[in-house]
Nanobody, 117 residues
């Protein structure tokens, strides 16, 4: 049963912006974003704890990416600015409160982000 649905990926040039959306169809305490580039391990990007609104960002995206939540739409957004080629990868949202993916049970299908130089 699908619990998380991502959208918003695409291709942009370096310096551009994209906004990813994650619609959650179940009650979760947190939503996190992860990404995986070809041949590399999946990395945590950012997480949002619904209880208190705490956010955590990977050092590589601090100051460039921002999480937000629309309660009426059951959606978490990842606004990505000043994109770099290193940001390229498949982006997944997950029911995760931390930036590690090993014990995460619920994942979306992923949305591709490609940043060209």
């Amino acid at each position: 049963q699908v619990q998380l649905v991502e959208s918003g990926g695409g291709s942009v040039q370096a310096g551009g912006s994209l906004r990813l959306s994650c619609v959650f169809l179940a009650r979760f305490n947190c939503i996190g974003w992860f990404r995986q580039a070809p041949g590399k391990e999946r990395d945590g990007v950012a997480t949002l704890n619904f209880r208190g609104g705490k956010t955590v960002y990977a050092d590589s995206v601090k100051g460039r990416f921002t999480l937000s939540k629309d309660n009426a739409k059951n959606t978490v957004y990842l606004q990505m600015n000043s994109l770099k080629p290193d940001d390229t990868g498949m982006y997944y949202c997950a029911a995760a409160c931390g930036l590690t993916w090993y014990n995460v049970n619920y994942w979306g299908q992923g949305t591709q982000v490609t940043v060209s130089s």
